[in-house]
Nanobody, 123 residues
Framework: QVQLVESGGGLVQAGGSLRLSCAAS????????MGWFRRTPGKEREFVST????????RYADSVKGRFTISRDNSKNTVYLQMNTLKPEDTAVYYC????????????????WGQGTQVTVSS
């Protein structure tokens, strides 16, 4: 079992930045690929980014490419999402997720999910 706790969400003006963190429990964090997803009311959950177990392979949705950066620190059991040049359309609840795989570009299914953190970008 892996428990995930997101933090770092909040209210920011368009053009601003936020860094989300996701702390994972357990001693096998480095066995998991990690992902960030987001959901806005009335829409399905949307893929944002993934990172492989070692942190050297990443993938991004086209909508965030060049603005968001995913990273991880396996010594701290934490994955991050640095979000720059935020836009109002980035407003959503952001979730981190874990998938036990050594695949460089995991597509899931992600077995474990956090509770989410709200990001609101004002225009």
């Amino acid at each position: 079992q892996v428990q995930l706790v997101e933090s770092g969400g909040g209210l920011v003006q368009a053009g601003g930045s936020l860094r989300l963190s996701c702390a994972a429990s357990g001693r096998t964090f480095s066995s998991y690929a990690m992902g960030w997803f987001r959901r806005t009311p009335g829409k399905e959950r949307e893929f944002v980014s993934t990172i492989n177990w070692s942190g050297d392979k990443t993938r991004y949705a086209d909508s965030v490419k060049g603005r968001f950066t995913i990273s991880r620190d396996n010594s701290k059991n934490t994955v991050y999402l640095q979000m720059n040049t935020l836009k109002p359309e980035d407003t959503a609840v952001y979730y981190c997720a874990a998938h036990r795989t050594y695949s460089n570009y995991p597509v899931g299914p992600f077995e474990f999910w956090g509770q989410g953190t709200q990001v609101t970008v004002s225009s």
